[in-house]
């Protein structure tokens, strides 16, 4: 709000009646993501522009709270559905499928190794399991987690494929076991055991989102304390995050994924927006809201970025998996 003082001369009303405050003019530049607040430099601008919806032939495929991976080196994306996987080519239609006719029991994440072969995470017979299939889909074998310390439980509902390493998360006990791309133990590694105190003593702490990004740090988020966390390869800690309804701020905080540039994307469930910060944890913009328009997001949970950087976001209200172009100048 503009504060009213008398103004000391005919100049100086004229110069108010035609030039902002400074305060405005900040704002203005932080909201569209011309600045950063408290950089005290100048960050290019970031948005991001509606394309599609993931569709078949015939239109829109419409899902609620899919699994999204997105496979950089062949330009494809998977997405996962009810034990059904569908592929999807660049431009949003899809090009196969396959799933329903596998005895996998419960199938909960997909990745593509670095020769094509498709992995398929599943829990069956109190057990979990681990699937390498061909490009078409037909299973050929099974992977092995071997040399599994004693105590260490495998049981994830997340698998990440990056760098040669095969990252296996179970969100809920914020574990995760880090093995080479033949399932031979690498890391065990507790992820709130390496917050603070204070934050490992609230109640309902446990991961909700969950990346590596190329560098091979792991990115994830904890809703209950509205914050992103990084964990470098040295294991160093870094956190960011503030609870609030303004730009930038956290209201749950769900799925994470990294862009080409390094720049982190967020959602945001409650707040139904998807939120952009580079590598330094400054705020550079967000996009979404809650709306009917294609434009629009509702209840955001797992993203995904391409390798032309082209955002994946899966949502509720069966409105399926939208896609975003980032563009920046």
Same mark, same amino acid.
Request: net charge positive; aromatic share 10%; glycine share 10%.
């Given at each position: 709000?503009?504060?009213?003082?008398?103004?000391?001369?005919?100049?100086?009303?004229?110069?108010?009646?035609?030039?902002?405050?400074?305060?405005?003019?900040?704002?203005?530049?932080?909201?569209?993501?011309?600045?950063?607040?408290?950089?005290?430099?100048?960050?290019?601008?970031?948005?991001?522009?509606?394309?599609?919806?993931?569709?078949?032939?015939?239109?829109?495929?419409?899902?609620?709270?899919?699994?999204?991976?997105?496979?950089?080196?062949?330009?494809?994306?998977?997405?996962?559905?009810?034990?059904?996987?569908?592929?999807?080519?660049?431009?949003?239609?899809?090009?196969?499928?396959?799933?329903?006719?596998?005895?996998?029991?419960? +199938? &909960?994440?997909?990745?593509?190794?670095?020769?094509? $072969?498709?992995? @398929?995470? !599943? %829990?069956?017979? #109190?057990? =979990?399991?681990?699937?390498?299939?061909?490009?078409?889909?037909?299973?050929?074998?099974?992977?092995?987690?071997?040399?599994?310390?004693?105590?260490?439980?495998?049981?994830?509902?997340?698998?990440?494929?990056?760098?040669?390493?095969?990252?296996?998360?179970?969100?809920?006990?914020?574990?995760?076991?880090?093995?080479?791309?033949?399932?031979?133990?690498?890391?065990?590694?507790?992820?709130?055991?390496?917050?603070?105190?204070?934050?490992?003593?609230?109640?309902?702490?446990?991961?909700?989102?969950?990346?590596?990004?190329?560098?091979?740090?792991?990115?994830?988020?904890?809703? +209950? &304390?509205?914050?992103?966390?990084?964990?470098?390869? $040295?294991?160093? @800690?870094? !956190? %960011?995050?503030? #609870?609030? =309804?303004?730009?930038?701020?956290?209201?749950?905080?769900?799925?994470?994924?990294?862009?080409?540039?390094?720049?982190?994307?967020?959602?945001?469930?409650?707040?139904?927006?998807?939120?952009?910060?580079?590598?330094?944890?400054?705020?550079?913009?967000?996009?979404?809201?809650?709306?009917?328009?294609?434009?629009?997001?509702?209840?955001?949970?797992?993203?995904?970025?391409?390798?032309?950087?082209?955002?994946?976001?899966?949502?509720?209200?069966?409105?399926?998996?939208?896609?975003?172009?980032?563009?920046?100048?």
């Amino acid at each position: 709000m503009t504060e009213h003082r008398a103004p000391r001369g005919a100049c100086h009303a004229a110069r108010s009646r035609t030039r902002p405050p400074r305060r405005v003019l900040l704002l203005l530049l932080v909201a569209t993501g011309w600045l950063a607040i408290g950089a005290g430099t100048v960050l290019a601008r970031v948005g991001a522009t509606y394309l599609y919806t993931l569709s078949d032939f015939g239109g829109r495929l419409r899902y609620n709270w899919v699994r999204v991976y997105v496979d950089r080196e062949r330009n494809e994306t998977y997405v996962l559905y009810q034990n059904l996987i569908r592929i999807f080519n660049p431009s949003g239609m899809e090009i196969f499928s396959f799933g329903d006719d596998l005895d996998l029991g419960q +199938v &909960l994440d997909t990745a593509v190794d670095r020769n094509g $072969d498709v992995l @398929l995470l !599943s %829990f069956k017979d #109190s057990r =979990s399991l681990v699937t390498r299939c061909n490009y078409r889909g037909v299973p050929i074998g099974t992977l092995p987690i071997t040399n599994l310390p004693a105590g260490v439980a495998f049981g994830p509902n997340r698998m990440i494929l990056q760098n040669g390493l095969i990252y296996f998360v179970t969100l809920n006990a914020s574990s995760v076991i880090v093995t080479d791309a033949a399932g031979a133990f690498r890391e065990h590694l507790d992820l709130l055991a390496l917050l603070d105190a204070d934050d490992r003593q609230k109640g309902g702490a446990e991961l909700m989102g969950f990346t590596v990004n190329g560098e091979g740090s792991l990115l994830f988020t904890v809703p +209950v &304390l509205f914050k992103v966390f990084k964990l470098a390869p $040295d294991r160093t @800690l870094t !956190s %960011f995050g503030r #609870s609030g =309804s303004a730009p930038g701020r956290f209201g749950v905080v769900a799925g994470i994924t990294s862009d080409t540039k390094g720049n982190l994307l967020v959602t945001d469930k409650l707040r139904c927006v998807v939120m952009v910060f580079d590598k330094d944890f400054k705020f550079l913009t967000e996009f979404g809201y809650r709306g009917g328009k294609p434009e629009n997001l509702i209840v955001p949970d797992d993203i995904a970025v391409d390798q032309r950087d082209r955002v994946y976001v899966s949502q509720g209200r069966t409105r399926g998996v939208s896609v975003f172009a980032l563009t920046s100048d």
